[in-house]
């Protein structure tokens, strides 16, 4: 897998919070994941052949009507041409089957949303991708790489589903192949037009040592339509990639623009107060980082940050300065 080896040497190492934004529990926003069919001789096995897959005979795309001699059983004219099996799409058989995945994941887990784009899979083929979904959903957090791994498995089933490309993209952003997750929310977007991506995708730019692309999708017009949790996502992102550049003031501007007085708790909150005290630290603004630590401390309850830490650090070195 294309990874981190293009990456700044201060990015976070793989499933680490990227600088500048706070720590959190995963990325996917649908709860994707999956379970392991029948083991031993029902295992179904990896379509390495691919070329005909749900689709009919194959026909001449020529334009013209193949020329036929009247006699049903004339086939003259040369030996039969085999397709070009270099060209054919592969699938290793370990990649296909996934990681084992737990009984008790029956693809229910998996949110109606997404469930519906399932339907029109066959009953068995639906219910593995299904399960394999769920599993990258439950593991995200905690195994980003097997929830990677579970999401490579629905894809090599369902590859044109901007659901499942979603899914992959998610974990694979979670487990930090930024080029592949990249390269999979732009499949799922070109399949959907989708516009919730920008933010990863943005990120994934950083990550890969481009801020400037990660800047120009941060000012895409869609941008001013994205609820308050997408749109603070975006201003994080954007923030880091000033800090990239070393335009330090620049990211303030850009935190300092954002409702981080919000009254709100919620975690989109957090996450601005988080970066927006991060930033001031870095900028050497000691006292004043200190201060928005404590103020994303007091409302994330749930500690998803660790801002009481940082808080504690600061009062150390504010006190000797």
């Given at each position: 897998?294309?990874?981190?080896?293009?990456?700044?040497?201060?990015?976070?190492?793989?499933?680490?919070?990227?600088?500048?934004?706070?720590?959190?529990?995963?990325?996917?926003?649908?709860?994707?994941?999956?379970?392991?069919?029948?083991?031993?001789?029902?295992?179904?096995?990896?379509?390495?052949?691919?070329?005909?897959?749900?689709?009919?005979?194959?026909?001449?795309?020529?334009?013209?009507?193949?020329?036929?001699?009247?006699?049903?059983?004339?086939?003259?004219?040369?030996?039969?041409?085999?397709?070009?099996?270099?060209?054919?799409?592969?699938?290793?058989?370990?990649?296909?089957?996934?990681?084992?995945?737990?009984?008790?994941?029956?693809?229910?887990?998996?949110?109606?949303?997404?469930?519906?784009?399932?339907?029109?899979?066959?009953?068995?083929?639906?219910?593995?991708?299904?399960?394999?979904?769920?599993?990258?959903?439950?593991?995200?957090?905690?195994?980003?790489?097997?929830?990677?791994?579970?999401?490579?498995?629905?894809k090599a089933r369902a590859p044109r589903l901007a659901v499942v490309r979603e899914a992959v993209?998610?974990?694979?952003?979670?487990?930090?192949?930024?080029?592949?997750?990249?390269?999979?929310?732009?499949?799922?977007?070109?399949?959907?037009?989708?516009?919730?991506?920008?933010?990863?995708?943005?990120?994934?730019?950083?990550?890969?040592?481009?801020?400037?692309?990660?800047?120009?999708?941060?000012?895409s017009p869609s941008v001013v339509r994205f609820a308050a949790p997408a749109k603070a996502e975006?201003?994080?992102?954007?923030?880091?990639?000033?800090?990239?550049?070393?335009?330090?003031d620049a990211a303030l501007r850009t935190l300092e623009v954002s409702p981080l007085n919000h009254?709100?708790?919620?975690?989109?909150?957090?996450?601005?107060?988080?970066?927006?005290?991060?930033?001031?630290?870095?900028?050497?603004?000691?006292?004043?980082?200190?201060?928005?630590?404590?103020?994303?401390?007091?409302?994330?309850?749930?500690?998803?940050?660790?801002?009481?830490?940082?808080?504690?650090?600061?009062?150390?070195?504010?006190?000797?300065?």
């Amino acid at each position: 897998m294309a990874d981190q080896r293009g990456r700044r040497d201060d990015a976070p190492k793989k499933g680490g919070p990227r600088e500048g934004a706070a720590p959190r529990k995963g990325t996917s926003s649908r709860g994707t994941s999956g379970a392991r069919s029948g083991a031993g001789s029902d295992r179904d096995r990896a379509p390495y052949d691919r070329s005909t897959q749900g689709r009919g005979k194959p026909s001449d795309r020529s334009g013209k009507p193949a020329e036929r001699s009247g006699k049903p059983s004339d086939r003259t004219g040369g030996p039969r041409r085999t397709p070009e099996r270099s060209a054919v799409p592969r699938v290793d058989q370990a990649t296909y089957d996934g990681p084992p995945l737990p009984d008790d994941i029956n693809g229910m887990e998996l949110d109606a949303s997404v469930r519906v784009h399932l339907k029109d899979l066959p009953d068995k083929l639906g219910s593995r991708v299904a399960r394999h979904l769920a599993a990258a959903g439950r593991l995200i957090d905690d195994e980003p790489e097997v929830a990677y791994q579970h999401a490579l498995a629905a894809k090599a089933r369902a590859p044109r589903l901007a659901v499942v490309r979603e899914a992959v993209g998610e974990a694979a952003y979670a487990a930090g192949h930024y080029a592949e997750a990249l390269s999979e929310l732009r499949a799922a977007k070109r399949m959907n037009g989708a516009t919730a991506y920008l933010p990863i995708m943005a990120d994934c730019h950083r990550a890969l040592g481009n801020p400037t692309r990660a800047l120009e999708l941060a000012k895409s017009p869609s941008v001013v339509r994205f609820a308050a949790p997408a749109k603070a996502e975006m201003t994080i992102v954007e923030a880091g990639a000033r800090r990239d550049l070393g335009q330090m003031d620049a990211a303030l501007r850009t935190l300092e623009v954002s409702p981080l007085n919000h009254k709100g708790r919620e975690p989109w909150v957090v996450r601005l107060r988080y970066a927006y005290a991060d930033t001031l630290e870095h900028a050497g603004r000691l006292n004043e980082a200190l201060t928005w630590f404590h103020k994303t401390n007091a409302i994330d309850a749930d500690e998803d940050t660790d801002a009481a830490d940082r808080a504690e650090s600061l009062e150390k070195r504010v006190d000797r300065s």
